[in-house]
C-alpha cells in the first residue's frame, strides 16, 4: 500500500524520536544527506548508516558501518537504496531493534515482501515517499508551487 493518509504519516512524524538512515551520503547534494540533514535540524535523532563511511562524523553522529553498530533504541529505520537492497535492512532492522516503529523507504523504494514481513512483526512501512517532503507538506512548511522557500530576501 502506498495510499496513506494523512493522519498516519502525521502520527508516525509525531511519535518518531530517532531515525537510522541507511545509505546516507557524505556529500551535500545527494537527496539522502539533505534529508537526513533536515531531519536532525527539526529535532530527530538521525543516526547516519553506510559502511563506506563508517567512523565519520555526520550530523553529530558517528557513521554506523550497519544497523547492528548501533547501540539503543531506533524508532525509524528510512532506507536510501535500490528496491532490491532492501530485504537484508529490513531484516537487520527487525533484529537489532525490538522496538522498532517504523521502516520507511524513499521515493521509488518500494519491497512487497520485504514491507510484509515487518508488518507481521508490528511495524508500520512507508514505501515511496520521503519523510521530509511528507513533513514539509503535512506541518506546513511548503509554499506556493510545493517549495520550501525558507526566508525571503528583500534584495530580491
Not at 493522519?7 to 546516507?24: C, E, F, N, P, S
Not at 508488518?119 to 508500520?124: K, L, Y
Request: hydrophobic letters at 45%.
Amino acid at each position: 500500500m502506498t495510499n496513506y493518509s494523512d493522519d498516519h504519516l502525521r502520527q508516525i512524524l509525531k511519535r518518531t524520536k530517532v531515525i537510522a538512515v541507511v545509505g546516507v551520503s557524505m556529500n551535500s547534494v545527494r537527496p539522502s544527506f539533505y534529508v537526513a540533514r533536515y531531519l536532525a535540524l527539526k529535532g530527530y535523532r538521525v543516526i547516519p548508516v553506510n559502511p563506506g563511511h563508517a567512523g565519520a562524523e555526520l550530523f553529530g553522529e558517528t557513521v554506523m558501518a550497519s544497523l547492528s553498530d548501533i547501540e539503543g533504541p531506533v524508532d525509524m529505520v528510512d532506507i536510501f537504496r535500490r528496491s532490491d537492497a532492501v530485504p537484508p535492512i529490513v531484516d537487520e532492522a527487525l533484529q537489532a531493534f525490538p522496538a522498532l516503529q517504523t521502516i520507511w523507504m524513499q521515493i521509488g523504494v518500494e519491497h512487497a515482501e520485504a514491507a510484509a514481513r515487518a508488518e507481521a512483526r508490528g511495524v508500520t512501512v512507508i514505501q515511496n515517499r520521503c519523510p521530509k517532503i511528507e513533513y514539509q507538506r503535512l506541518f506546513g512548511e511548503l509554499r506556493m508551487g510545493g517549495f520550501a522557500t525558507g526566508i525571503i530576501s528583500s534584495k530580491l
